[in-house]
């Protein structure tokens, strides 16, 4: 089964160059690496040996854009499988033949991502992630080549996943009205759902996180998370992302208008507010899909 990994990148080159030196160990049929207006990520993955492609972007990254942009790249180079890999993420050693192996019927396949710790001096030995394998804990995480079926796809992500080449055209990708920071992969998976697909929890398709710090909630992201929570309202008739909408309105961030059935910023300090939410990914990290 002829696979790609897709990836999509603006900035974090560091971590491009990590699960890079991790590709050269898996060698898939294809790497492919989109890049958001960023030419230092075009010029490394060029000089990694992955295929490059370029698109515009703005402020606000089309994160949706970019990897249906990626999918039918691979897609044209004869990918049967498409792995969505974030540019944070390092694959383990077993994960692209587990996500073979599962490539079977009409699903989404998510494998256990463990979120790491910052970095020695030296960087992280990539021979030994397995060893700091800890799923994250709002995930299943089945044991390695255990597979679980689930109707529930709220609980699907982007940053580790993979579809078969039929999946992905009746689910017709990511809806690119999103541009910017989340609820884009929320509204695929509702959209996976639509057509009947299933998520699949694939046991031993472990990626490991890299670390970079976090806001929680993502204070920096609000106005984009705003917009994209009305754009998934109105075509889905709920709201995303409800943990973290309810987070800024505890923080006085925002509020809910019964009267308008919206959700409205009411404050644009987030100062104090960033700098009391910026943690460690390794001590909390909290998804709200």
Same mark, same amino acid.
């Given at each position: 089964?002829?696979?790609?990994?897709?990836?999509?990148?603006?900035?974090?080159?560091?971590?491009?160059r990590?699960?890079?030196?991790?590709?050269?160990?898996?060698?898939?049929?294809?790497?492919?690496?989109?890049?958001?207006?960023?030419?230092?990520v075009?010029?490394?993955?060029?000089?990694?040996?992955?295929?490059?492609?370029?698109?515009?972007?703005?402020?606000?990254?089309?994160?949706?854009?970019?990897?249906?942009?990626?999918?039918?790249?691979?897609?044209?180079r004869?990918?049967?499988?498409l792995?969505?890999?974030?540019?944070?993420?390092?694959?383990?050693? #077993?994960?692209?033949?587990?996500? +073979?192996? %599962?490539?079977?019927?009409?699903? *989404? @396949?998510?494998?256990?991502? $463990?979120? =790491?710790?910052?970095?020695?001096?030296?960087?992280?030995?990539?021979?030994?992630?397995?060893?700091? #394998?800890?799923?994250?804990?709002? +995930?299943? %995480?089945?044991?390695?080549?255990? *597979? @679980?079926?689930?109707?529930? $796809?709220d =609980?699907?992500?982007?940053?580790s996943?993979?579809?078969?080449?039929?999946?992905?055209?009746?689910?017709?990708?990511?809806?690119?009205?999103?541009?910017?920071?989340?609820?884009?992969?929320?509204?695929?998976?509702?959209?996976?759902?639509?057509?009947?697909?299933r998520?699949?929890?694939?046991?031993?398709?472990?990626?490991?996180?890299?670390?970079?710090?976090?806001?929680?909630?993502?204070?920096e992201?609000?106005?984009?998370?705003?917009?994209?929570?009305?754009?998934?309202?109105?075509?889905?008739?709920?709201?995303?992302?409800?943990?973290?909408?309810?987070?800024?309105?505890?923080?006085?961030?925002?509020?809910?208008?019964?009267?308008?059935?919206?959700?409205?910023?009411?404050?644009?300090?987030?100062?104090?507010?960033?700098?009391?939410?910026?943690?460690?990914?390794?001590?909390?990290?909290?998804?709200?899909?």
């Amino acid at each position: 089964m002829r696979t790609s990994v897709i990836t999509i990148a603006a900035g974090r080159t560091a971590h491009l160059r990590n699960q890079m030196r991790a590709m050269r160990r898996h060698r898939p049929d294809d790497h492919i690496v989109v890049s958001m207006g960023d030419p230092d990520v075009t010029d490394l993955a060029r000089r990694g040996g992955a295929y490059a492609v370029d698109l515009d972007a703005g402020e606000r990254l089309p994160l949706a854009a970019a990897r249906n942009l990626g999918a039918r790249t691979a897609l044209a180079r004869g990918a049967r499988l498409l792995v969505f890999l974030d540019v944070d993420c390092i694959p383990d050693d #077993r994960l692209l033949d587990r996500y +073979r192996a %599962a490539a079977y019927g009409n699903a *989404l @396949l998510c494998g256990p991502v $463990t979120y =790491l710790p910052a970095p020695p001096p030296g960087g992280y030995d990539l021979r030994s992630l397995r060893r700091r #394998r800890a799923p994250h804990p709002a +995930r299943p %995480a089945p044991e390695d080549r255990v *597979l @679980l079926d689930s109707t529930d $796809t709220d =609980l699907f992500w982007s940053l580790s996943f993979a579809v078969t080449a039929e999946t992905w055209r009746g689910i017709g990708g990511f809806c690119t009205r999103y541009r910017g920071y989340g609820g884009e992969d929320t509204d695929f998976a509702r959209k996976a759902s639509a057509v009947g697909a299933r998520i699949r929890w694939v046991g031993g398709a472990d990626a490991y996180h890299q670390f970079h710090p976090v806001s929680d909630p993502p204070v920096e992201h609000l106005d984009d998370i705003l917009v994209n929570a009305r754009i998934y309202h109105r075509r889905w008739g709920a709201w995303p992302m409800r943990g973290w909408l309810d987070d800024f309105a505890t923080a006085g961030l925002v509020r809910y208008d019964d009267d308008a059935d919206q959700w409205i910023r009411t404050s644009h300090d987030t100062t104090a507010i960033a700098s009391r939410a910026l943690i460690e990914t390794s001590a909390k990290r909290t998804s709200y899909a």
